[in-house]
């Protein structure tokens, strides 16, 4: 028999790779961009300590303030449009795919509604950009080139992108349901209506919460569809900015804007601490009080 | 035995070659740093052969770096010691930021430097001392097709009353779209359009170096009289101008259903891949009689890394490149790009030399935000751009986006202060 001595230094062992790959890029790497945010650094090299000055100019200077604020709440609503759009379409497809309904195309339904999910937001963007196109497309409304429009569209691009990702993440939740409840409420007389909401969906809320907050995770993250349509200044008029394009400018600089790392830096620090409260909040308020019903 | 013995002899006969060769060559060999690397084949089989025709002593090694990486692995290089003996200089804010941080030696006893007018030499200047010889440009203009110009019976305008006359009645024909311009890349708003026929207003270098020295505003009435011929193309642009990008602009025009393309020199191959017979006139006078201007947009130059131990052998290479036979050979290996020194150079390329030949009697001026006044919070270069685009996609009126300008720029730029 091992002792507990032994297991305690092998469980260590073990841990050890993982723990010091995760350190050393993903840990080391945001305590370091925590503690450039607190510098200013100069022409010939230096860094002067300066507290949270780099954060009073972001939220306090008239332009790049405004330019945050525009870019979080452009970030809200494109999270928004995803959640009340996307999320929906994948229950409703996974729910359908579960249903019985397909019989035995299911797979090939499956498939097809989740291969946009494997395309390059390039070349999606490529796509979509030019069946919307006025000159060569099928609008004839400059979708694109509208303030008021320009970012729900470019949203519902992504939309269609990505549903087939809550639709498969809630398809694996829906099947794992024993079939016993599925067919005692049948036997009960409900409806498949009934069954759904009643029997079903109660027992997947704990991953369509985590899907939500996901959708949270990636859009507040999302940075690749806006900058390969509308690159790093994204119009008309920063319309179409969210924070990671509004990061992308601030750290590397765009064509007249010179890179500015330490308040990159501090963009960077407030996008992850933002994050970090929202899905910490949600865990501990939501997540941990659902509980799958005893099966 | 016997064939160590050879190969001992051979080593004997290849030692005493090279002995001999030394005193006969003593060659220096500098490197130079570029971001061109679509440009090797080109540096080794037809620029260094050249000048080691003329130059035997001096081996010259391209290095290039990946273009988005140039910047930033340049900059380590010099300052941790190991950077090459020669650099190609960026235009203006990053360059005058490289001579502040003391990266170039003085270019003192350069003759062929004097080749080059303050004009040419102003995006790598700084206090008078210019830092990198130049050598390339590129320029903006008009492409039109010159079938539909003979078919409605029209000449490339000279003021900007007969561009507009004209566009009017490409417009009325009904068969074409007067200007293939979209508002949806506002980057080409401001370095094709704005740029390019603004300076006639503003008269180029004074007004730009005037906003620079903080004597002129983007409110004086010059500047907004640019802005408002800016604001008077809006009715020639096609349906759905708003999401029109670059590249569709540039096909609108080489399907041949547009009869202008705003554009810069360097889409020359672009537009003639179709075979299209396309001419290039340049930016109009604002009024009958008046001075012509012409964007020509500084591109790179070469520098001496003030920490090379071959200072001298380098100044001998920049010598060299300041003068016609390099700009001759290295112009026409990459047509859009043009040489800015006075002397004369012939392009192969037809449309190369056609918007070569627009530098005749027209007064060269940079992009009109790119030096100084783009280095701050908010950068004029990003704000024209956008409020140009904002002019395109909504009422906004010039007098209107020139005060906004104003209002940002006065915000941190000393001298507008």
Redesign the interface.
């Known amino acids: 028999l091992i002792s507990q001595g032994t297991a305690r230094r092998s469980l260590i062992l073990f841990v050890l790779p993982a723990l010091v790959v995760y350190l050393a890029f993903a840990v080391l790497p945001l305590l370091l961009s925590v503690i450039q945010s607190l510098f200013d650094s100069s022409r010939d090299g230096t860094s002067t300590f300066i507290g949270l000055a780099n954060y009073f100019y972001l939220f306090t200077h008239e332009v790049v303030s405004a330019r945050f604020w525009n870019a979080l709440f452009n970030n809200a609503k494109y999270f928004a449009i995803h959640v009340l759009v996307e999320v929906p379409i994948g229950l409703l497809l996974a729910a359908m795919l579960t249903s019985g309904a397909l019989r035995t195309s299911e797979g090939v339904y499956r498939t097809i509604l989740f291969i946009p999910a494997t395309l390059s937001v390039v070349i999606v963007g490529f796509i979509w950009r030019l069946i919307i196109n006025p000159l060569w497309g099928i609008v004839g409304f400059p979708l694109l080139g509208n303030a008021v429009t320009a970012l729900p569209t470019i949203s519902l691009m992504g939309v269609w992108q990505y549903f087939g990702i809550p639709m498969v993440f809630l398809y694996s939740a829906l099947i794992a349901i024993p079939n016993d409840l599925v067919e005692a409420s049948r036997i009960d007389g409900a409806s498949p209506w009934r069954t759904f909401w009643s029997i079903k969906f109660p027992l997947i809320v704990p991953q369509f919460g985590l899907i939500v907050i996901l959708t949270f995770i990636w859009t507040f993250n999302g940075f690749d569809l806006v900058f390969a349509l509308n690159g790093s200044a994204p119009g008309p008029n920063y319309s179409t900015d969210i924070l990671g394009t509004f990061f992308y400018r601030t750290f590397f600089g765009s064509s007249g804007q010179v890179a500015d790392l330490d308040l990159g830096a501090t963009v960077a620090t407030v996008i992850f601490t933002m994050m970090l409260a929202v899905t910490a909040l949600y865990f501990w308020l939501v997540q941990r009080r659902l509980r799958t019903h005893m099966l | 035995m016997r064939s160590m013995g050879t190969s001992f002899a051979a080593m004997t006969l290849g030692v005493s070659l090279v002995a001999m060769a030394v005193p006969a060559l003593a060659q220096t060999t500098l490197t130079l740093g570029s971001w061109r690397t679509e440009d090797l084949a080109v540096w080794q089989d037809q620029i260094l052969p050249a000048f080691n025709a003329a130059h035997p002593d001096i081996k010259v090694e391209f290095a290039p770096i990946n273009t988005n990486e140039y910047n930033a692995a340049i900059q380590s290089q010099i300052?941790g010691g190991a950077g090459p003996d020669l650099i190609t200089c960026r235009p203006f804010?990053v360059n005058n930021?490289w001579i502040?941080?003391g990266y170039f030696a003085s270019l003192e006893g350069v003759a062929a430097l004097g080749h080059f007018t303050d004009t040419a030499k102003a995006a790598w200047t700084w206090d008078g001392a210019t830092y990198c010889v130049p050598v390339a440009a590129v320029l903006a203009g008009y492409y039109y097709n010159v079938d539909i110009f003979n078919e409605l019976g029209l000449t490339p305008p000279a003021t900007m009353a007969e561009f507009t006359a004209l566009l009017q009645k490409i417009k009325d024909s009904g068969k074409y779209e007067p200007l293939a311009l979209?508002?949806?890349?506002?980057?080409q708003l401001a370095y094709n359009n704005l740029y390019s026929f603004g300076p006639a207003y503003w008269k180029g270098e004074e007004g730009r170096l005037g906003l620079i020295d903080g004597s002129k505003k983007i409110t004086d009435p010059e500047f907004v009289a640019a802005f408002q011929a800016f604001a008077d193309l809006k009715q020639f642009l096609?349906?759905?101008?708003?999401?029109?990008?670059y590249a569709?602009m540039t096909?609108?025009f080489t399907l041949g259903r547009a009869a202008i393309l705003p554009d810069g020199s360097w889409n020359i191959n672009q537009v003639t891949s179709t075979g299209l017979n396309v001419g290039v006139f340049g930016p109009p006078a604002a009024e009958a009689g008046g001075q012509r201007y012409l964007q020509e947009m500084p591109d790179m130059a070469i520098g001496i890394n003030a920490k090379s131990a071959n200072v001298e052998a380098a100044k001998v290479f920049l010598d060299w490149v300041a003068g016609a036979e390099f700009q001759q050979l290295y112009v026409n290996t990459a047509p859009g790009f043009f040489a800015m020194s006075d002397q004369a150079i012939k392009y192969e390329n037809k449309l190369a030399q056609d918007f070569a030949n627009l530098k005749t009697d027209a007064l060269l001026t940079p992009r009109l935000?790119?030096d100084r006044l783009?280095?701050g919070?908010?950068?004029?270069?990003?704000e024209i751009?956008?409020l140009l685009?904002?002019m395109y996609?909504?009422d906004t009126t010039a007098a209107a986006a020139t005060e906004e300008l104003q209002k940002?720029l006065s915000?941190w730029y000393a001298p507008q202060k």
């Open positions: 300052e804010d930021e502040q941080r979209g508002s949806a890349e506002s980057w096609p349906a759905g101008q708003e999401s029109i990008a569709d096909q609108l935000a790119l783009s280095a919070t908010p950068p004029l270069d990003d751009w956008r685009q904002v996609t909504t940002g915000s």
